[in-house]
Structures are given as structure tokens and as C-alpha cells.
Nanobody, 118 residues
Framework: QVQLVESGGGLVQAGGSLRLSCAAS????????IGWYRQAPGKQRELVAA???????NYADSVKGRFTMSRDNAKNTWYLQMNNLKPEDTAVYSC????????????WGQGTHVTVSS
């Protein structure tokens, strides 16, 4: 069983930065992908960024050039560096792990709030 705990959310002014962390406890299989998702009030959850165990990253168009995802495998921790934040980035951000061992397993964190004021 894996548990994910996000941290780093908060209130920031437009143009500011935050770094979110997602720490995993438990064993992570070698084939895995971590994704950061967000859900704003009244909107559907969307994928913001993802990184595979091979190091490949992809980003939503709305955050390209502003957000950077990274991982520290030794700590089982993943990060989302968010720069030049905009009010439309306001949402609950959650990390998701999927990893593979004969089948896929999926886990979610509890989420962390990010509020960007104009």
C-alpha cells in the first residue's frame, strides 16, 4: 500500500511562485508515473504535469514554461515548481501515482490548496 502526502500549497500573489511536494510512503514499483492534477471550483479535474520513471515529462499547455516537475527517487518525493502564477491557477492540486507490477495500481493524495490573488 502506498500513501501520498502533498504539501506546499498556500496563498500567493499573481506572479509569485510556489513549490508543491508529493511524498510517497511504501514501495514504489520501478515502472511508474507521477502526475499532478488540479481541480478548480466548478471545473473538472485536469492533468497539469506528469513524469515517468524514465524521466519523461509532459505539461498542460496552460502551464508550459511556468511549471516544472521533478523527482527525487531516493526520497520518493516529487515536486511541482510553479512560477509566474496566475489567478486561473487557483485550484486544489493533487498528486497521483500509478505503478505497474503485472497490473496497474493507482493512488491519490489528499490535495493541497493553491490560491493566487490578483
Amino acid at each position: 500500500q502506498v500513501q501520498l502526502v502533498e504539501s506546499g500549497g498556500g496563498l500567493v500573489q499573481a506572479g509569485g511562485s510556489l513549490r508543491l511536494s508529493c511524498a510517497a510512503s511504501g514501495s514504489i514499483f520501478s515502472i511508474n508515473t507521477i502526475g499532478w492534477y488540479r481541480q478548480a471550483p466548478g471545473k473538472q479535474r485536469e492533468l497539469v504535469a506528469a513524469i515517468t520513471s524514465g524521466g519523461t515529462t509532459n505539461y498542460a499547455d496552460s502551464v508550459k514554461g511556468r511549471f516544472t516537475m521533478s523527482r527525487d527517487n531516493a526520497k520518493n518525493t516529487w515536486y511541482l515548481q510553479m512560477n509566474n502564477l496566475k489567478p486561473e491557477d487557483t485550484a486544489v492540486y493533487s498528486c497521483n501515482l500509478k505503478h505497474y507490477d503485472r497490473t496497474w495500481y493507482f493512488y491519490w493524495g489528499q490535495g493541497t490548496h493553491v490560491t493566487v490573488s490578483s
